[in-house]
Structures are given as C-alpha cells and as structure tokens.
C-alpha cells in the first residue's frame, strides 16, 4: 500500500479546534468522477475538485463528503476499493490530494472521506492472496470462505441473494485448478466481504483511519456501517426462513440478522471512536445505517461513530403530517441520546429528489424501474404506478423541501447538482449504463447512473464545461439551462436560493430545538428556532397568508404578500 508523502494540508495549530462543528453542519457529497474534469479524459478527478474550492466556499457549505477516490474498477462506482491508501490514478495522485485537503481548509470547509469497512474488490492484494493460497489459510482467513452443499461442494453454502441481485455467494477455482470454495459477497461478486471476525482486518482499518487523518481528513462516512460483523454459524438460514424473521435487507429490530445490524458491530466502532479521539479535534464519522429507527441511536453514539444518516425525510411524500412527524421523533431521539440529527433528501443512490417531488404521492420511490426523461412520456418508480412526471412540481416541492430542511437543527446532507435543481437523468441508452444494479437486475430497476452524469457548468460545449473533453455518462441537451453560467447570479434560481438559505443559515443557526406553531391549516408546517427566526412550509395546493415578521427568503416567489402552494419561507 501507498506510504505517506510530505503533507500539504494546512496543520492542526492552523485550525479552528472546535468539536462540535458537525453537529449542525452542511454537508456537500461530491461524487468525484462526475464533478469536475482537469484533463479532459471524460472522468472527474482530484484536481478538478481542487479548481472548484472557490464556487464551494460562495455556495456557503460547511464541510464536503467526498465519494471513494481509491483505486478501483468500478464494478459499483468506486466502491470496490483496490486500495485503502491510496487514490485512484485516473482520478490524480496523493500529492493531488493533498493540495485539495489544504484547499478546502483553507476556504474554511471541512472534509470527510468515505471509507469502505464491509468489503474490499477482487483485485485487493489481500483477495489476490486469497485465492492463491489453500483452503484455512491466514490469507483466507481475512474474507468469508465457506465449503459449498453437495456431493462435490457444487451448491451455495445458503440460498442468499445479493443486494445487487443473484446469489451472495461465488464459487473460486482453487490453485491447483479444481473447483473450490465459495465466498460471501453481499453486493457484487467484485466485492468480497471482509470477515471482521479477524484481529488482522481490524487492525488494517485502524492504520487506514490514521492514514487518512494524519492528511488532513476531518471525519469519515462509512459505508454499509451496519453489515461488518456476521454470525454463519451452521445451519445458515435459508431466505424462507429469514422472510419470517424479518426484511433480509433491511434487518431484524433486535440485532440478531446473521448480517445485518448485529449488536457487536459497536465493538468496532467504539475502537474507531479511540482512533478519533487521539486528534484534537476529534474525528467525526457518521454511518450509513439502514436499520430500524429504534437501532439507529446505538450508531449515533459519543462512544461510536457519532452520528448515523436519518434517511426518514428521504424516503417520505411530500406532505406536511408526514414531515412533521419524522422531525419531532427524530429531534426527540437526537436530545434523549446526546447526537445530533442528520437530513438528506438526495445522494448518489437514490432518484433525485426533484424527480421523486414531480409525482404522485404514493409513487416516489427511491429506484427508477423505468425511466423515459423529460419527454413527457411516463416513469414507473419501484413501488409505485406509472406516472407522468411533473418537472416544473417536481422542482418547486425540492426547493420548499430543501429549506425547510436547512431551517431544521441538525446536520444537512446536500447532493452534487441538487444546488442546480437538476432533475434525474433518464435517458441513459443501456449500453452506456454503468451501474451494476442495472446488469444484475434487469428489467427490475435501470439503476443510479441516472443521479451520478457529470455536472453541467457552462451553458454550451461536448460536455457543458465539465471538462475539455466528453463525460463518462451521457448528458441530456436539457442539462444546458441548469448549468452554473446559466443561473450564477440569475434571480430566484435554484443556485442563488441555496447560495442565500447556506448563507442566512449560518447567520440564524441557534441551538438544536424548533417549537411548533400550530397554524389551523394541517397543509402548514410552521416552527420557530432560537432569536426569533421561523420557518413556514406550504404543502397544500393553494396560497395562504404569512405570519408577522420580516421575509428574509422564499423558495418561490410570494403571491400578493401570501406563500405560494408548494413552498417554503423563513421570516424573522
């Protein structure tokens, strides 16, 4: 693995020592090969990040999120790490890294660095050992290897499914040529579990976390933080038997799913929280826990990684009951367990959520099943009907959304493009999909490629200024009127809204309680924060009258002194 080079990042006597900055942060996620290109070879990279420090320090963010960066083969976008310390050469080298840490900090943002604890790729040095030694060897002994059912072996050790479609299982040659064992894999077969039963393996992350920390890195988004530890204890469950139990992805609600959510996951984190502790300040992390809201506390922990994504808001229709709800539960759970709340409505998994806003309620699923753009034609959401899709709805609700959001204690986790009101990106031809999602399950779902085509910057040009040359994922000609040239210092667009909600946030941003207003109208939603700001959300149908106070801004433009359906305010 890569050794450390001279640092380029500012020093820890040159920043600010503030402990608690991620509490109430903005969190901006870059998903790095399709920000910015610096060569013109068609892939975001390193350097092309660094260039755009000044538009993230004007956007008015506190922190970026950025994707995984290692080498990889992209059998899931990026995911499937080759290496954990190192950067991907299509994408720049450690020193290129270096200078965009020292860049970042030096506009006063944040960084924070996905890590990938669950599996490694196939191409890991360790997987290549792996496969080259015998059955109960160390080198095996650091992944899930298990003797197949059978006469010969030839079957599964379970009738598990992977995430990705398929069975969780893959059968390996051995090293004299015969057939062999199997491995669990709970995504794509690239990306073999790690067995993080193995003192080895923990003790490897704890040098990539310090890795990582010594250059300049301010926390960590980890990844499936809610699969690393495993019971396959004999006889493994079949699916039949885990459908009684409980949802096999989403997990049991009493940490007892052989993969899923398992109590002694925490062990390992609370030796993280040791690792953290050791800077001043501390390393943050927050934890991509899919799990049962009641379990989501046990991540969020001060004696674990901190803080753990709510992803409550995200998967909610548009409707004021429904918003309501989830905040007070979950601001009543950030105060009883001492965390801090986290928000997101869009990410590099899930439809864009200007496209899920533009359908029905009832139909704004997380996957696109079938997709056909912004011809009008239908779209067919994962559990939902086929519908038409509502652009110029889609865009309004998002914008109310995300400031109602920015006007909620807790953390905001906003997604690349979301600043431009960019839509999901339907008409992607099959051939040129790249997400394995799309292979695996075909004809199921088309995938997430759609919420990860480069950004557009400029309003013309091969690939609408992302960089000299074409992108990696097609863009659509629609993508010209979203560009940054097309609405930096354009009126009420969506850029110059979040450049004003970011930076009014900052100046407002008290405590960590709201109080409701109870406004009569149950298609209101209406609280107050510390120093007398309010935030006030119309999701009704129809405009209605504002409170006293002074309108320091509006996702939509007023009508007649009054809110306009589908739209946010926040006065003072």
């Not at 080259?132 to 059978?150: L, V, W």
Request: aromatic letters at 10%; glycine letters at 10%; hydrophobic letters at 35%.
């Amino acid at each position: 693995m890569a050794t450390t080079a001279t640092l380029a990042t500012l020093s820890e006597a040159d920043r600010p020592a503030d402990p608690n900055w991620w509490r109430q942060a903005a969190v901006y996620q870059i998903y790095p090969r399709s920000f910015a290109d610096s060569n013109g070879d068609g892939l975001g990279d390193i350097k092309g990040i660094t260039a755009k420090v000044p538009y993230l320090r004007e956007l008015g963010i506190d922190a970026v999120w950025l994707s995984p960066f290692y080498p990889s083969a992209l059998a899931d976008g990026g995911y499937d790490v080759d290496d954990y310390r190192d950067v991907d050469p299509k994408l720049g080298t450690l020193a290129d890294f270096d200078a965009m840490a020292a860049a970042l900090h030096g506009a006063g943002i944040k960084l924070i660095a996905d890590i990938v604890p669950n599996h490694s790729s196939d191409r890991h040095e360790w997987f290549r050992e792996a496969l080259a030694s015998p059955k109960g060897s160390a080198a095996r002994e650091r992944y899930i290897f298990r003797d197949g059912k059978g006469p010969n072996g030839e079957f599964p050790p379970s009738d598990w499914d992977s995430v990705f479609g398929g069975p969780a299982w893959e059968r390996i040659t051995e090293p004299d040529g015969t057939p062999g064992q199997w491995y669990l894999h709970i995504f794509a077969k690239e990306q073999p579990d790690l067995n993080w039963s193995n003192r080895e393996v923990r003790e490897d992350f704890l040098k990539t976390l310090r890795f990582w920390s010594d250059r300049g890195v301010d926390g960590f988004r980890v990844d499936v933080a809610h699969a690393l530890t495993k019971d396959l204890t004999e006889p493994l469950l079949s699916k039949l038997e885990l459908a009684r139990e409980g949802q096999l992805v989403d997990g049991f609600d009493d940490g007892t799913h052989p993969f899923w959510d398992r109590d002694e996951v925490h062990e390992i984190y609370a030796e993280w929280r040791e690792v953290f502790n050791e800077y001043d300040p501390p390393r943050t992390a927050v934890a991509e826990a899919w799990v049962h809201a009641t379990r989501r506390a046990r991540y969020a922990s001060p004696e674990g990684l901190g803080q753990a994504f709510n992803f409550d808001l995200l998967q909610a229709d548009f409707d004021a009951e429904e918003f309501r709800e989830i905040i007070t539960r979950n601001l009543a759970e950030a105060k009883e367990t001492g965390a801090s709340s986290t928000w997101v409505f869009s990410n590099h998994d899930v439809v864009r959520h200007a496209t899920r806003y533009g359908l029905p309620k009832g139909s704004a699923g997380l996957k696109a099943k079938e997709a056909k753009g912004q011809d009008g034609k239908a779209w067919l959401l994962a559990g939902g009907p086929s519908d038409q899709l509502d652009v110029a709805l889609g865009e309004q609700r998002a914008r109310a959304a995300t400031l109602l959001m920015l006007a909620v204690p807790g953390s905001a986790y906003l997604y690349q493009g979301e600043e431009l009101g960019l839509q999901e990106v339907a008409e992607i031809p099959d051939s040129e999909r790249q997400d394995p999602a799309f292979f695996r399950n075909k004809g199921v779902e088309v995938g997430r490629d759609g919420c990860r085509v480069p950004l557009p910057w400029k309003v013309e040009g091969t690939s609408f200024g992302f960089g000299d040359g074409g992108a990696h994922l097609p863009q659509p000609d629609w993508f010209s009127k979203y560009a940054v040239e097309a609405q930096d210092g354009t009126e009420n667009s969506t850029l110059e809204l979040y450049r004003k909600a970011l930076k009014l946030r900052r100046e407002l941003q008290a405590g960590e309680e709201l109080e409701w207003v109870e406004t009569g109208n149950p298609e209101v939603l209406h609280f107050s924060r510390p120093g007398g700001w309010q935030s006030v959300t119309n999701f009704g149908d129809t405009a209605v009258e504002l409170p006293a106070g002074s309108v320091l801004i509006s996702s939509s433009p007023l009508q007649d002194g009054k809110l306009p359906a589908n739209s946010t305010a926040w006065l003072r």
